[in-house]
């Protein structure tokens, strides 16, 4: 069996799909590795500059097949168990893992965008939504909690009323009202396109300052003002003296938009 999850780069952006349009991009152990995998070999790519993720068909991701993940009981069990280095296991970590890359990570989002695939989506950066799309924590119906990190970023996109409540009923929500309430970020006919010229546009910037733009919200976000002020401190000052920074400079005041990036760069890696 092939793998259910393809990228495809050019010019900087990774175009990740979940490839599985017959079964609405439902989610398999071996499409949870992949995706895994994936953002590993990406995380290698020193000409990467952004990610976008989608599904093929006509939907993101219906979440988990239980179909075919209840056939094994023992990968279950393996898939369970956490990563002490990383303090996820292999369904946390398919969704968190984005969080992991030095760039943006892009969802665009259309159809059914239930459980673990809504959790996919939170595990990005930004998150594009056609208006009639169908967002829902949807584990509660088959008697579950979100475990595949969604709590967390759950608590990071909306209030604590609305986590409690999306996440006790299961309702199904469009696209439009996702964004109303911060589970997506914006509505796009196309959200494809849109996450793709979004990706363009950050891809202009220096790849320094956009990967520590990450670091210093994911580090601080929800943290005491000292912790803050201490991590912007640590991450201008790695700024002030790397090689893209100078050459950002040039590109602002020639007041032309071009690719920034040092010759031999490498990205620091979040944690």
């Given amino acids: 069996m092939g793998s259910h999850v393809t990228c495809q780069v050019q010019d900087g952006i990774a175009q990740v799909r979940l490839d599985r349009p017959d079964k609405l991009n439902g989610l398999t152990l071996e499409m949870l590795e992949d995706l895994i995998a994936t953002a590993h070999r990406l995380r290698a790519d020193r000409t990467l500059r952004a990610v976008v993720i989608s599904g093929e068909g006509r939907s993101f991701c219906a979440g988990l097949d239980f179909g075919s993940v209840n056939l094994s009981p023992a990968g279950i069990a393996r898939s369970f168990v956490p990563r002490p280095w990383r303090g996820t296991n292999t369904f946390q970590e398919a969704c968190w893992v984005w969080r992991r890359l030095p760039v943006p990570v892009i969802a665009a989002v259309k159809g059914h965008c239930y459980g673990g695939g809504l959790q996919i989506a939170l595990g990005a950066d930004y998150r594009y939504t056609t208006p009639d799309a169908q967002w829902s924590v949807m584990e509660t119906k088959w008697g579950l909690i979100p475990d595949m990190s969604g709590v967390q970023s759950l ?16 309702e199904v929500l469009s696209g439009e009202r996702a964004v109303e309430l911060g589970l997506a970020s914006e509505l796009a006919d196309d ?50 003296g790397a090689a893209n920074t100078k050459i950002a400079r040039k590109v602002a005041a020639s007041a032309k938009d071009k690719l920034v990036q040092a010759p031999g760069y490498r990205p620091r890696i979040l944690p």
């Fill in 155 to 170: 608590s990071e996109q909306v209030g604590l009323d609305i986590a409690k409540r999306l996440t006790m009923t299961g």
């Fill in 191 to 240: 959200p494809v396109q849109a996450a793709t010229a979004l990706a363009q546009t950050i891809a202009m910037r220096s790849p320094d300052a956009v990967a520590g733009a990450k670091r210093l919200f994911q580090s601080t976000w929800g943290k005491g003002a000292r912790r803050t002020f201490a991590r912007e401190r640590l991450e201008q000052m790695l700024l002030l």
